[in-house]
């Protein structure tokens, strides 16, 4: 059975960041491809970012391209989500979830494990 577990949120002013990791229990990280995902009150679970099973892709949403980088360690049954530059809409409970395959995916449909959730929220 697998299991995730973010950490890594908390309260942090404009422009700070955090870097949030989620470790993956269970069989085969390294053959899966991963990805974090957000909710903000009131509103639908978004992507964020994802990252294939061997680490060599990536992708973002527009949103946070170029301030959030994401990154695996595949011997360490780990993916991180290092967040820069971060704005109060960058507020939300923070998803960490195994894709069902090793390629790349943007919608929750393509994920089949989901962590618990870390809450990040950035004060103006």
């Known amino acids: 059975q697998v299991q995730l577990v973010e950490s890594g949120g908390g309260l942090v002013q404009t422009g700070g960041s955090l870097r949030l990791s989620c470790a993956f229990s269970g069989r085969a990280f390294s053959t899966y491809a991963m990805g974090w995902f957000r909710q903000a009150p009131g509103k639908e679970r978004e992507f964020v970012s994802t990252?294939?099973?061997?680490?060599?892709?990536?992708d973002y949403a527009a949103s946070v391209k170029g301030r959030f980088t994401i990154s695996r360690d595949n011997a360490k049954n780990t993916v991180y989500l290092q967040m820069n530059s971060l704005k109060p809409d960058d507020t939300a409970v923070y998803y960490c979830?195994?894709?069902?395959?090793?390629?790349?995916?943007?919608?929750?449909?393509?994920?089949?494990?989901w962590g618990q959730g870390t809450q990040v929220t950035v004060s103006s």
């Open positions: 979830a195994k894709a069902a395959r090793s390629w790349i995916g943007v919608n929750t449909a393509e994920f089949d494990f």
């Open positions: 990252i294939n099973a061997r680490g060599s892709a990536t």
